[in-house]
C-alpha cells in the first residue's frame, strides 16, 4: 500500500485535545492498522501540544524553529516501518502549512472549520482559563474572522488538493463524536468512543471565579486553579456571554463568511455547518458577574476538593491588598475563612521588592567587578510597570536604580548599575562622582 502522510492542524477548539488524547491513547491499536501516531506526553487534563516537538524546536514561550533533522529522522523511520500512514496533529501546525507543505512534499493536511461564533466565545473563555485574562469578553462590531481567512489564504497558497477540510459540528460527525469523524478521515476501523471529557468547559460561576482570581496574577497556581474549576459542576453550565441582538448579527455574518469560504476552498459538510449556525438557537444570555453566594459556593468546593490551595490562594490575595479588587465584598467572601495574620504589604513595598528584582535580571549573571556586564533585556518591562515617559532616560533610570541599590547596601550592584548609566550619559557629573565613591566602598570590602 503506498505511504501516506496526514497533518493534523487543528486548528483551535476544534476538539483537537480529545483527538490527541484518543490517538495517544491507542498507538498500539492504529499501529495494528498501519497508522503510525508518534507518541507525544498529555497533562493531568489530558491537553497536550501533540507533535509538535517531534519536528520543531521550541525558543521561548512562542518561537518555534523547524529541526530539520528529526524531520528526516521521523519520515526515515516511517518508510522503514510497515505502516502506510504517518499522523501527525498539533494546533502550533496551523501557523507554519506553508513551511510543513514544504518539508513533507506529499502529505495532506486535516483541518476542522468552525462556527466562527462558536469560536469567539470559545477562544474567550479559553483565555479566562488558561492566559489570565481578566478581562469581560470584547464584542467588536464585526465578528472576528481572521483565522478563516489565514486559512484561505494558505489553502490557495499551498494548494486545495492537499486539503481535507471537514466542518466541525456534532450534527454531522458519528454520534456526535469528533474522534469518530477523525479516525474515519484517517481510515481507522473499530473506534470505541472514550467516556472521559478532555478540557471539558467552565459553568459560568467557575468562568467568573477564574476571571477575578486573575486580576491577582496568580502565576505558579494557574494550572491548579483551572484543573480544579474544571469539575465544578456549577448551575449554569449552557449559556451565553453575547446579548441576543448582537448574537442575530454575528450569526448572519457567519453564514455569509462560510457559504463564501465553502465556495472559495470546499469544506466537507459545509451545508449541515451553515444550517446549524443559521437554525441553532442561542444558548441563554448571562451577565458576567459572581454573586457572594455563588462566590461562596465555590469557596465551599475548592476547600472540600483543596484545603491547601485554597490556603495557597487565600496567601497570594493577601499578598496583593494594594490592588482594588482586594477591597471588593467578593474578597471579603472568598478569604473568609483564612484571613489575613499579619500586616499586609504597601504599595510602597510592593515596588521596592519589584524594584529589587528588576535591578538582579538587569546585572545578568556575570557579575564581575573588572568588567561589569548588564543584560537589559528587563528595562521595557520596568518602564512600563514605573509608567515612565519618554522624557525619563534609560540612563536617569539605571542612575536612580544604582542609587537605590546603594541605600539597600548592594554595592556591586550599584556600581555596575551606574557604570552603564555613565556609557549612556558620559557627561554626567553626578554619575561620574558616584561611580568613583561606589569604587572605593568597593575597595573597602574586599580588605
Known sequence: ??????????????????????????RKNLLEQGILYPEHKVDRNGVSSGNLLAIYDRQGDSELTLNERRVKTLVAGFEASKAHTLVLSSEFFASRLAELAQVFPQAHFIGYVRNPLESLESHYNQSVKRHNNAKPIFLPKKLPMRPLQLLIADVEAVGKARFMLRAYSAERFPEGDICADFLLAIGYEGYVASPNVVNPSYSLEALELKRWLNKFELQHLNNSVD????????????????????????????????????????????????????????KPYMTQQLSPEQMSALVGFIRSEDGRLYKQLCSHIHQHSYLESYHSEL???????????????????????????????????????????????GMGELRDKLKLG???????????????????NQIEMAYCLMSRAQKLRPT?????????????KLDQVER
Not at 449559556?239 to 462560510?258: D, G, H, K, M
Not at 540612563?395 to 541599590?405: C, D, M, Q, S, Y
Not at 554626567?428 to 572605593?440: D, F, H, S, T, W
Request: aromatic share 6%; hydrophobic share 35%; glycine share 6%.
Open 390 to 408: 519618554n522624557e525619563v532616560s534609560d540612563g536617569i533610570v539605571l542612575r536612580e536604580l544604582a542609587l537605590f541599590a546603594e541605600r539597600n
Open 1 to 26: 500500500m503506498r505511504k501516506r502522510i496526514f497533518i493534523h492542524f487543528g486548528p483551535p477548539k476544534t476538539g483537537t485535545s480529545a483527538i490527541q488524547k484518543w490517538m495517544q491513547n491507542n
Open 331 to 377: 474578597r471579603k467572601v472568598f478569604t473568609e475563612a483564612y484571613p489575613a495574620t499579619k500586616a499586609l504589604p504597601s504599595r510602597t513595598d510592593v515596588v521596592t521588592e519589584m524594584l529589587k528584582e528588576k535591578i538582579r535580571a538587569l546585572l545578568g549573571k556575570n557579575k564581575s567587578q573588572d568588567n561589569p556586564r548588564l543584560d537589559l533585556t
Open 428 to 440: 554626567g557629573l553626578m554619575i561620574r562622582n558616584k561611580l568613583e565613591q561606589l569604587a572605593k
Open 227 to 282: 484543573g480544579l474549576l474544571q469539575s465544578f459542576q456549577g448551575e449554569i453550565t449552557r449559556y451565553s456571554c453575547i446579548p441576543n441582538a448582537t448574537f442575530e448579527q454575528y450569526r448572519q455574518q457567519a453564514a455569509e463568511v462560510l457559504r463564501d469560504m465553502d465556495g472559495a476552498i470546499e469544506i466537507e459538510g459545509a451545508e449541515v455547518l451553515i444550517k446549524s449556525v443559521e437554525e441553532k438557537p442561542q
